[in-house]
């Protein structure tokens, strides 16, 4: 009898010990500055930005990488018990799935790339750009997109699908804008769609790496594509160099979205003045390939200054609402160009 009321305290006082120590660690864990993220960013920048905010905040990340798509089903389904606090990349997002946040830096960004919603923080900027392999080109002037219907041009150009890739619709749109005089739908813009067409002789890609990668390589001489892969080759020294359309380039910024009853709202909201602030911002502008938010940011020798291009403001919230549309009509057209 006296062994089993040993082994009964033995086991009470186990049980006493594991709930403190559950307790512990809970209010260890809620004390000691935690944060989940979802991510469809890629390995570079997440390894150069989390163990700087990591030193700098004090705060523990929880990583978890999946397809922008992906991430937000996770989010929805969890949204009653949400896991992530941030949601981090991405140019998409849903309004009942995130809650109100403007940066303490937001008045540090480029005007145009700031918070205006009080929702969607701008981070980065990637945009559409000619990328021209110099050995290939010769003499032949590419400045922008009148340059690309020279007809010593014809069948050396490659460019993405529109339907299938969203650098390609950018592309699409943004070419629609520059030769349509600001409007999507003028017959001058489609017009030069045709034209262009006509002088990649067949050649959309699939894939929007094989675009870049093509030119690259020496396949083709001119890719139409955007600029983070394009200013990596011209980093890492190949003959390349990036062409910002002189008739217009558009940016597009990826947003930071603090997850609607995050568990974590101030660390997420530090991770959110960190990721604007000047030693994050320097470091996407020179040890990454997209483009800082900040103009005051500093910029690698790889890339051109923001100032010394030539913007252009589209419609966003046009574009994804009438996108379906503009896909069909370029999918007409080039079935309309192989009969």
Known sequence: MKRSISSFVFVLLLSVTCVLLAAGCQKKSAAGGNLVIYSPNTEALVESIIPAFEK??????????????????????????????????GQTYKDELVGPYVSANNNDVLP???????????????????LVNNALLGGIKVEGYA????????????????????????QLTNMLYDMGGGDYFAESGWNY???????????????????????????????????????????????????????????MSAFALIIKNSK????????????????????????????????????????????EINLIAEDSALLAERKPEIVERYKALVTSLQK
Not at 114 to 122: E, F, I, W
Not at 147 to 170: C, E, W
Not at 203 to 221: F, L, P
Not at 275 to 303: F, N, S
Request: hydrophobic share 40%; with cysteine.
């Open 56 to 89: 700098a905040a004090g705060v523990t990340v929880e990583i978890i990488s999946a397809g922008t798509g992906e991430c937000w089903k996770r989010i929805e389904s969890e949204k009653n018990n949400p896991v992530a606090d941030i949601m981090w990349g």
């Open 147 to 170: 340059d690309l219907l020279n007809p010593a041009l014809k069948g050396k150009l490659i460019m993405g699908d529109p339907a299938n890739s969203s650098s390609a619709f950018a």
């Open 193 to 251: 769609v045709r034209e262009l067409l006509v002088q990649l002789d067949g050649k959309i890609a699939q894939s929007s790496s094989a675009v870049h990668r093509g030119v690259a390589e020496g396949e083709y001489t001119v890719g139409i594509t955007y600029e983070d892969p394009s200013a990596s080759y011209v980093r890492d020294g190949a003959d390349v160099r990036v062409v910002y359309m002189k008739e217009g380039v558009s940016f």
């Open 112 to 130: 145009q790339f700031r918070n205006v919603n009080g929702v969607a923080t701008p981070y980065c900027l990637d945009g559409s750009v000619l």
């Open 264 to 307: 974590n709202p101030e660390n997420a909201k530090k991770f959110i003045d960190f990721l604007t602030g000047k030693e994050a911002q320097d470091i996407i502008g020179t040890q990454l390939t997209v483009r800082p938010v900040r103009g005051d940011a500093q910029l690698g020798t790889y890339m051109r200054p923001i100032t």
